[in-house]
């Protein structure tokens, strides 16, 4: 089973600042089947990045992604209000599908 | 806009069996671009995909809970289900079920708004 790590665990920062997540992995993650997806409270997760660095539908582009192998970076080049909630990460090059624990953005 | 929608009990006493149903509101079960799939997320914590059924059939299941857990589909009704067996307190959790594409992104492309299931006497 590939272990995704993320960090930090939770991240506060102030409206129109740069964030950056990491994820790492205990194995390589080949293809870069590698995703990121938001989750606000009460609510289902979102799909913002797939293959490491496609943008989903609809998202906006101050998300991006970056990496391969075993460490890969989810960047908010300027955080909006939207945008304070929790990102995981998941790896689906191999079963079982496994997420990293979360990273919490949350606001300063 | 494709809706899901989870139902079942909200509650389940221990050592008992966990049933939920999953509808999805378009005929795209019968489609092989999608698959089908059942993740969890206990009160405040992470994700847990813990098993997907495709177009074919076939399943994969959390080594965990490979030996409690059948998820099965039902395509007349455009339904998909999952039951989990001998319940402990430890499955308690809110169920998300979610589509998965086959091409393009390959992950979840939609989701359920989630039940919370508590494992309790």
């Known amino acids: 089973e590939i272990v995704l790590t993320q960090s930090p665990g939770t991240l506060s920062l102030s409206p129109g600042e740069r964030a950056t997540l990491s994820c790492r992995a205990s194995?390589?993650?080949?293809?870069?089947?590698l995703a990121w997806y938001q989750q606000k409270p009460g609510q289902a997760p979102r799909l913002l990045i797939y293959?490491?660095?496609s943008r989903a539908t609809g998202i906006p582009d101050r998300f991006s992604g970056s990496g391969s192998g075993t460490d890969f970076t989810l960047t908010i080049s300027r955080l909006e209000p939207e945008d304070f909630a929790v990102y995981y990460c998941?790896?689906?090059?191999?079963?079982?599908?496994?997420f990293g624990q979360g990273t919490k953005v949350e606001i300063k | 806009q494709l809706q899901l929608q989870e139902s079942g009990p909200g509650l389940v006493k221990p050592s008992e069996t966990l049933s939920l149903t999953c509808t999805v509101s378009?005929?795209?079960?019968?489609?092989?671009?999608?698959?089908w799939g059942w993740i969890r997320q206990p009160p405040g914590k992470g994700l847990e995909c813990i098993g997907i059924i495709y177009y074919s059939g076939s399943t994969y299941y959390s080594p965990s809970l490979k030996s409690r857990l059948t998820i099965s589909v039902d395509t007349s009704k455009n339904q998909f289900s999952l039951r989990l067996k001998s319940v402990t307190a430890t499955d308690t959790a809110v169920y998300f079920c979610?589509?998965?594409?086959?091409?393009?992104?390959?992950?979840?492309?939609?989701w359920g708004q989630g039940t919370l299931v508590t494992v309790s006497s």
């Open positions: 998941q790896q689906y090059v191999t079963s079982p599908r496994t």
């Open positions: 194995q390589s993650v080949s293809s870069s089947y």
């Open positions: 979610a589509r998965g594409r086959t091409t393009g992104t390959l992950n979840w492309d939609y």
């Open positions: 293959g490491a660095s």
């Open positions: 378009d005929g795209s079960m019968r489609s092989s671009s999608y698959y």
